[in-house]
């Protein structure tokens, strides 16, 4: 019998440390067991080596092997001195490897510290067995490993080294010249004649950073491409992984396939479904009445409708089975009493002989069937009534079906799964005008003679709490008249259901109030007003009584009064989402809305090589995906995928477009709410997880072209960015009207009355919270409710916060906004330099032109934008412009920038990590305030030409002055622009190297520095 060998099946790494100094890594493994070590193939310039091999050890003695250790190791190979760096290392006990004959699952493994200044990321995955099959490999020097234990340096000839590496380079090379990959490949169907590539792994490292522990089993996650949920092969190298994809899906069913289904299903891929609609049942044979149940079975699956009376009751449920896991060619009806196996009717149906049903037909209309008892006896067995029929995702009953893929979703969890619409709440501004009061009468009237009164109104709306400053003194006022004439600005949401608590407080002392008058309004009778004409004011009569409320009032005959003027705004847009993407500009009164100019469809395919976001028992890393799109007021959330890391939605839906400038989001989530259990979730509590976003300006899009692209789903983590998948999409912009789509872009972003009364920029961030905070309450109201971390996401809640990282990536920003700048005084200066004499003769020749027919300059100035405009036509973006890594900073960003970013607001780090923060960002603040200082500088220095304060240069600069103007009136302006212009364009020979005398003289004169501390 042949001896047990060890295999260690070296799988995959993933999101490894960049130790080359060039950001990338050269990584290989070396596995040690016994004395016997091995190591794999070096591959050069990957963060997510793939190596699929194996590594066999020779064993002592099975029986010893639960108190034997593996240790793998992962380097950088050092091509200039023969040496390497430590990558991370993993320590797994002998207790985890399969025998023979056992299933092997890959297992997934974050690399740990060699000591506590390692510097390590990323995780690796292999596999542990014994095998009587494979053998222990001698030296080849290939790099495969040692027979014995030696390690041979290197591990691969220096001639092996240099054909992969200039193969890889070549490789590089053509995916950079290739720009986009178009992915020319069906997304939803895999090609069964294909072979699998044996050079890619089927196995995809996972990173899950929310939950540490034990090693992770990858299971069976098929994903084609290589590992890291990146690209094609080499692809991911360089920017590729983060780069828009374009694909070519068979939308519509493909040309061959389409049927009436097309017209309005046209962006997705038809998938098909079996769908059975049970309705009710009759005479079932039921002893002494009670509740029955259907149960509908289909190969392994199995479907159970509710409980329901047997006299009365009615099912009316439909269950929807997949075509492609349909296991069986006939399906099966059972009636079963409650909590009991017996079976009391049953009837089947033959899957060739089911029709088909294509929308916009009518329904199948659902008949009687007898069915047979459990002796085989049809008189006996009752009548059900169903209906069967083949359909697509465009039937009506596909959103509130039982899908077979949702079978293991426990009962609680099954109406979080369904697709939904959802519509924001209408949102109003509500403006609160505290004119005046009169006739306080203070609580304690000794104390309101001996000090004065601190009058100051608090108005709450919901949970939105404003107060007015302290009444001010004034002559012609007494204390018990204050005046304050002070806006406040709440948000509010049909249907009105709040109130307007208004109270007049004296502060008697540091953090005590004393309320001397409270007045409620119902919000539903306030004003609405759609326009900037005033809106008639009130007195209303304060309630005084601020003790008991069961109290019998009195009749009124003399109250304080309260003089406010509230209305309802409905010519303002409430933003409650980030300016720069938003997707709705409309005013809230529906009076004031133009009618659309478009039509923006979008098919959500799917989602491929998906980041695990939980641990499920026996099944290892998984993901229910969903997907919610956001635009205007609608809300869209597709059905949610169970256990798959490939999902396939094919879900359309449709907006109209009021303004071409506007943003539609699409976030990608893990559904919480799917398992019952501590481990699962499905509690009440339970948040779900972000996965990614994508972000399409309407704008960027061709009118009537149908966008199908995969976009990169990247979120920033603390430990780095990541790439959590790809969101495949059909996106469409249909366009009525041409004209009154370029008319758009002649009018107002906003409402007028952000323009005839605006509103600061810190009461538009505190409305934007406000407004956030409404839609979020009402969305989670709904069912399946929408949560609150999927509102704050979608909506951009943290965008004002601040950020080392996006600072950075704004300062460059504007440095390649001023580019063209920089490059123009490039320009000049070559012409000035007469680098080249025939350019700098060429340029002065034109400007003498321009000086002497000024009116030749403006038409040629707007035709060279002109032709510039049609010469860039030609290089325009295929592909709508999607989160740039680069211009976003996330690539090279700062481990301890990374933690502030992500740090609480107050911060939770402790003093040292505080300090260093502050220290840093005092420097750089210093650096700004040096830069500010110095333009602050040179304008003061204009400042004094006429000041007097250095009375000399004013003196000299008044008499120039002087000069000047009678200069300028004698001799025509443009002999002097071409005197001063060949003056300037001179030879350098001609010039001097120190600075012109007006330079020298705007830098003597005196500037306020002088009088700062």
């Not at 650096?927 to 400042?943: H, K, N, P, W």
Request: charged share 25%; with cysteine.
């Amino acid at each position: 019998m042949a001896k047990e060998k060890l295999v260690v099946e070296i799988l995959a790494a993933h999101n490894l440390m960049p130790k080359d100094g060039e950001g990338s890594s050269s990584a290989f493994v070396e596995v040690e067991f016994e004395g016997q070590r091995q190591k794999t193939q070096v591959k050069y310039k990957d963060l997510n080596p793939v190596w699929n091999e194996k590594l066999v050890f020779n064993l002592n003695d099975v029986a010893d092997l639960p108190y034997r250790t593996i240790e793998v190791n992962v380097f950088n190979e050092k091509r200039s001195n023969s040496s390497r760096n430590f990558l991370g290392k993993v320590r797994v006990s002998g207790t985890s490897i399969a025998r023979e004959g056992d299933e092997v699952n890959p297992q997934l493994h974050t690399l740990d510290k060699r000591s506590l200044f390692s510097h390590v990321r990323g995780e690796i995955t292999f596999k542990l067995y014994l095998s009587v099959k494979e053998n222990v490999k001698p030296d080849s020097g290939a790099g495969t490993g040692t027979g014995a234990g030696v390690v041979v340096s290197g591990g691969v000839s220096k001639k092996t080294k240099k054909f992969q590496q200039q193969s890889m380079n070549d490789t590089i090379q053509t995916h950079q010249q290739n720009g986009v990959v178009h992915e020319n490949k069906n997304m939803t169907h895999s090609n069964p004649t294909r072979k699998p590539d044996s050079g890619k792994s089927d196995i995809k490292p996972v990173v899950i950073t929310s939950i540490p522990g034990p090693p992770i089993p990858a299971g069976n996650m098929n994903v084609p491409g290589g590992v890291g949920g990146g690209g094609q092969g080499f692809g991911r190298v360089g920017l590729s992984e983060y780069s828009v994809k374009e694909t070519n899906p068979h939308l519509g069913g493909g040309l061959l396939n389409k049927d009436k289904t097309s017209s309005t299903y046209d962006l997705v891929e038809q998938m098909q479904y079996l769908y059975i609609r049970v309705v009710k049942g009759r005479d079932i044979p039921v002893a002494g009445g009670g509740e029955v149940v259907a149960e509908v079975k289909l190969g392994n699956y199995r479907g159970i409708t509710k409980r329901v009376n047997v006299n009365n009751g009615e099912w009316d449920q439909v269950f929807a089975f997949s075509k492609d896991t349909i296991q069986s060619s006939m399906v099966e009806i059972f009636v079963k009493e409650r909590d009991k196996d017996d079976v009391l009717g049953r009837v089947w149906f033959d899957l060739n002989e089911v029709p088909k049903r294509v929308p916009p037909d009518s329904q199948l209309a659902p008949q009687w069937y007898r069915m047979d008892d459990k002796r085989g006896e049809r008189a006996k067995g009752g009548e059900i009534m169903v209906a069967i029929w083949f359909g697509t995702q465009a039937d009506e009953a596909f959103s509130e079906a039982w899908h077979s893929k949702a079978a293991n979703v426990h009962l609680d969890g099954l109406g979080s799964i369904q697709s939904k619409v959802y519509l924001s709440p209408k949102l109003w501004y509500l403006r609160i005008s505290v004119i005046e009061a009169q006739d306080v009468v203070f609580g304690d009237k000794g104390m309101s003679v001996m000090r004065y009164p601190e009058l100051n109104v608090k108005v709450q709306v919901g949970n939105q709490v404003l107060k007015t400053r302290v009444a001010p003194v004034l002559a012609n006022r007494s204390l018990s008249n204050p005046f304050w004439n002070e806006d406040l600005m709440f948000v509010v949401a049909e249907p009105f259901e709040d109130y307007v608590m208004l109270s007049v407080e004296d502060r008697v002392g540091p953090g005590r109030e004393e309320v001397v008058g409270r007045v409620m309004l119902p919000v539903s009778v306030i004003t609405r007003r759609l326009d900037s004409k005033e809106v008639s004011s009130r007195w209303y009569n304060l309630d005084g009584q601020m003790g008991n409320p069961n109290e019998v009032k009195s009749v009124v005959r003399f109250a304080s009064r309260v003089h406010i003027r509230a209305a309802l705004e409905g010519g303002y847009h409430v933003l409650d989402e980030a300016t720069m993407y938003s997707s709705d500009v409309r005013p809230t009164a529906k009076q004031l809305w133009k009618p659309h100019i478009g039509v923006l469809e979008m098919g959500i395919l799917g989602a491929s090589n998906l980041m695990p976001m939980k641990i499920k028992e026996g099944k290892g890393g998984s993901t229910d995906a969903y997907c919610v799109a956001k635009y205007g007021q609608k809300w869209v959330r597709t059905r949610t995928v169970v256990d798959s890391l490939t999902p396939k939605w094919n879900e359309q839906y449709t907006w109209e477009v009021f303004d071409p400038c506007t943003v539609i989001t699409i976030g990608v989530f893990d559904n919480s709410r799917v398992d019952k259990g501590p481990s699962g979730g499905g509690g009440t509590g339970t948040r779900d997880s972000r996965i990614g976003k994508v972000r399409i300006r309407l704008s960027t899009l061709e009118s009537d072209r149908v966008y199908t692209h995969a976009y990169p789903l990247l979120m920033l983590h603390p430990s780095g960015m990541k790439k959590m998948g790809e969101l495949h999409l059909a996106v469409r912009f249909s366009c009525a009207n041409m004209l009154n789509m370029l008319h758009m872009y002649t009018m107002p972003l906003l409402p007028k009355m952000h323009y005839v009364q605006p509103l600061s920029v810190i009461q538009l961030d505190s409305l934007r919270y406000q407004a956030l905070n409404v839609v979020a309450a009402r969305l989670s109201r709904a069912e399946p409710s929408l949560g609150r971390e999927v509102v704050e996401y979608m909506l951009d809640h943290d965008s004002h916060m601040w950020s080392m990282r996006k600072s950075k990536a704004n300062f460059f920003r504007l440095t390649n906004v001023l580019t063209w700048l920089v490059f123009l005084n490039r320009l000049i200066e070559n012409m000035r330099n007469w680098n080249t004499p025939v350019y700098s003769t060429m340029f002065a020749f034109t400007f003498i032109i321009m000086v002497l027919m000024p009116e030749l300059i403006i038409p040629l100035i707007l035709l060279g934008f002109a032709v510039i405009g049609l010469w860039k036509y030609r290089f325009r973006p295929r592909y709508p412009p999607h989160m740039d890594t680069r211009l976003s900073y996330a690539e090279n960003i700062h481990p301890d920038e990374l933690d502030e970013e992500f740090d609480s607001f107050p911060t939770s780090r402790n003093a040292e990590v505080v300090r260093i923060r502050y220290d840093r960002l005092r420097s750089v603040a210093g650096r700004i305030q040096t830069v500010v200082g110095d333009m602050a500088t040179q304008g003061e220095r204009f400042q004094a030409l006429l000041s007097w304060r250095d009375p000399r240069a004013s003196f000299l600069f008044v008499v120039v002055c002087f000069l000047a103007a009678i200069g300028f009136y004698l001799v025509p302006i443009r002999w002097v622009v071409a005197v001063w212009g060949l003056h300037f364009l001179r030879p350098p020979r001609f010039r001097n190297k120190l600075p012109s005398s007006a330079v020298n003289f705007l830098k003597r004169l005196p500037t306020m520095a002088d009088s700062m501390l």
